[in-house]
C-alpha cells in the first residue's frame, strides 16, 4: 500500500464532513468542503481547481477520470439556473452529490472532490426568504460548498444578503462570494467593492474561501474580445490580500489557454469554473482553445461526424432546437429533454462521450491550471487539522460597530452603480 492510499484511508476516517457520511456512511468517495480544495492549491502555490459544471452525467464522470489520472482535486458544480428549482438540466443542486458518490465508488476515484452550489443567485427579499429553506436542503442532499451570488443587487444589499444568509451555510462549508459578476459591459468590478464586500463580511465574522470578479469574464458561448483581465484581478486580490481571500474565476470559455495560465500565475486565483465547453465536447461539437464551439457559415455548430452522440440524435436536438426557437447560447436548455435519450445510447458512444471530456479536462488540469498532483497537499490539509472543518483561513480584522446596517449603506453610496435587472443566473 502506497503512502498516498494510507492516507486517503485516513482522510475517508476524519476528512468527510458530516452530511456526507450521513449521505453516504458505507462510501469510499472523499468528498470533502471547498476548503479542503482551496488549501491544497495554495499549498501547490499558482495552482488552479478546475470546477466542472455537471450539466450531464458525461461531464461528471469524465471530469471525476480525469482529476484522478491527474492525482488532481476537483470541484463538481452547478448553478442555480442549471440545477435549481427552475432548471435546465437533469444533474442539480440535490442530486449531483448522489452522482458523484456513485461514479467515485464505480470507478475507484481516490482524489478529493467538493460538491458546490454555484451562483446561488439572490435577486430580491423573496429569493432571501426562499433560500433560507433552501440551502440547508441543499446540505441534507450532499452539497459541500456554496457561492452566495447576491451580486446582482447594489453593493450594500449584496453585503446585507450575504450577512443574512450565512447562518444557513455550515461553518465547515467552502463559502464564495461574489461582487459585480455579470454587471457585464455596465462595468468591471474595483478593488473598492471588493474591499468593501470582504471588510464588511470580516466584521461579521464571515471568511469567504473565494471572491469572484467581473474582471472581464463571458458566460455562454460567445468568446470575447477582450477576456479576463488579468492585472485588474492582480489588482484586487492584493487590495484584499491581507484578508486571505483566493480568486474564483468565471466564464472560463472565451478565454485562451495563456489567458488562464496567466491567471494562474500572477493573481491569487484557486479555482476556475468551466461549463459550456464541457457540455459541448461531451456532445461532439467541435471547439477551438477559448473552449467555444465552432460554427458554420451558417451559424449552425459543427458536429464532429464520430464523436459525441450519434448523428441521428444530433439531428433530432437540432430539430428540437429549431422547433422551440432557441438560439445558440441556449443550446444548454437541451440538457434536461435529451438527458434520458442520451444515457440510452450505445456503451461505445457513451464512452466516446466521456472520454472526450475526460482528455479534454485532464489537458487544462496538467498543462493550463498547474494543479497536477494536488491530491496529496489537500489530503494533508485534512490530516493535519484530524478534521473535516479546516477553519477560516483569516481572523476579524475589522469593527462590527463600524458595519451596521446603516453605516453599511452609507459607505455603499461612494460607489453606486445601477444593479443587473435582467433576471439572468449565468452558468460558466
Given at each position: 500500500m502506497s503512502q498516498y492510499d494510507k492516507d486517503f484511508k485516513k482522510a475517508l476516517e476524519v476528512g468527510r464532513p458530516p452530511?456526507?457520511?450521513k449521505l453516504f456512511p458505507n462510501s469510499r468517495a472523499l468528498i470533502v468542503s471547498g476548503k479542503a480544495i482551496d488549501r491544497g492549491m495554495i499549498a501547490k502555490?499558482?495552482?488552479?481547481?478546475?470546477?466542472?459544471?455537471?450539466?450531464?452525467?458525461?461531464?461528471?464522470?469524465?471530469?471525476?477520470?480525469?482529476?484522478?489520472?491527474?492525482?488532481?482535486?476537483?470541484?463538481?458544480?452547478?448553478?442555480?439556473?442549471?440545477g435549481g428549482a427552475k432548471a435546465y438540466c437533469a444533474v442539480n443542486y440535490w442530486n449531483l452529490a448522489t452522482y458523484a458518490d456513485a461514479v467515485c465508488n464505480e470507478l475507484g476515484i481516490t482524489v478529493p472532490v467538493t460538491i458546490h452550489a454555484d451562483h446561488y443567485a439572490i435577486q430580491n427579499d423573496k429569493d432571501i426568504a426562499a433560500a433560507k429553506i433552501e440551502i440547508p436542503s441543499?446540505?441534507?442532499?450532499?452539497?459541500?460548498?456554496?457561492?452566495?451570488?447576491?451580486?446582482?443587487?447594489?453593493?450594500?444589499?449584496?453585503?446585507?444578503?450575504?450577512?443574512?444568509?450565512?447562518?444557513?451555510?455550515?461553518?465547515?462549508?467552502?463559502l464564495e462570494t461574489e461582487v459585480g459578476e455579470?454587471?457585464?459591459k455596465e462595468g468591471l468590478s474595483t478593488p473598492e467593492e471588493a474591499i468593501f464586500l470582504i471588510q464588511g463580511l470580516n466584521a461579521h465574522d464571515i471568511f469567504p474561501d473565494w471572491i469572484a470578479l467581473n474582471n472581464g469574464t463571458t458566460h455562454g458561448i460567445e468568446e470575447s474580445e477582450s477576456g479576463i483581465q488579468v492585472d485588474l484581478t492582480a489588482r484586487i486580490h492584493k487590495a484584499i490580500e491581507k484578508y486571505k481571500v483566493s480568486g474564483a474565476q468565471h466564464g472560463t470559455s472565451g478565454n485562451s489557454s495563456d489567458r488562464l495560465r496567466q491567471i494562474a500565475q500572477k493573481t491569487n486565483t484557486t479555482k476556475a469554473n468551466v461549463a459550456t465547453a464541457l457540455q459541448m465536447i461531451s456532445w461532439g461539437l467541435e471547439v477551438n482553445?477559448?473552449?467555444?464551439?465552432?460554427?458554420?457559415?451558417?451559424?449552425?455548430?459543427?458536429?464532429?461526424?464520430?464523436?459525441?452522440?450519434?448523428?441521428?440524435?444530433?439531428?433530432?436536438?437540432?430539430?428540437?432546437?429549431?422547433?422551440?426557437?432557441?438560439?445558440?447560447?441556449?443550446?444548454?436548455?437541451?440538457?434536461?429533454?435529451?438527458?434520458?435519450?442520451?444515457?440510452?445510447?450505445?456503451?461505445d458512444v457513451r464512452e466516446r462521450m466521456v472520454k472526450a471530456v475526460e482528455d479534454f479536462v485532464y489537458n487544462m488540469i496538467v498543462n493550463v491550471l498547474n494543479a497536477k498532483d494536488t491530491a496529496p497537499l489537500a489530503v494533508e490539509a485534512l490530516l493535519k487539522a484530524k478534521s473535516y472543518d479546516l477553519g477560516p483561513k483569516a481572523s476579524r480584522i475589522d469593527d462590527p460597530k463600524e458595519w451596521t446596517v446603516e453605516k453599511i449603506t452609507t459607505k455603499a453610496k461612494a460607489f453606486v452603480k445601477s444593479p443587473d435587472t435582467s433576471g439572468k443566473d449565468h452558468g460558466d
Open positions: 452530511n456526507i457520511t502555490g499558482h495552482a488552479i481547481a478546475i470546477a466542472a459544471n455537471g450539466r450531464n452525467s458525461f461531464v461528471i464522470r469524465g471530469a471525476l477520470r480525469a482529476a484522478q489520472r491527474a492525482n488532481a482535486v476537483i470541484i463538481l458544480e452547478i448553478a442555480k439556473s442549471e441543499m446540505f441534507d442532499a450532499g452539497i459541500t460548498s456554496i457561492a452566495i451570488d447576491a451580486s446582482h443587487l447594489p453593493d450594500d444589499k449584496n453585503l446585507l444578503a450575504s450577512i443574512e444568509l450565512n447562518p444557513f451555510v455550515p461553518t465547515w462549508a467552502g455579470i454587471k457585464g482553445d477559448y473552449g467555444n464551439a465552432i460554427m458554420d457559415e451558417n451559424k449552425n455548430f459543427k458536429k464532429i461526424k464520430g464523436a459525441g452522440m450519434t448523428e441521428d440524435v444530433w439531428e433530432e436536438m437540432a430539430k428540437y432546437a429549431s422547433e422551440k426557437s432557441l438560439k445558440a447560447g441556449d443550446f444548454k436548455k437541451l440538457n434536461l429533454p435529451f438527458e434520458n435519450k442520451l444515457t440510452g445510447l450505445p456503451a
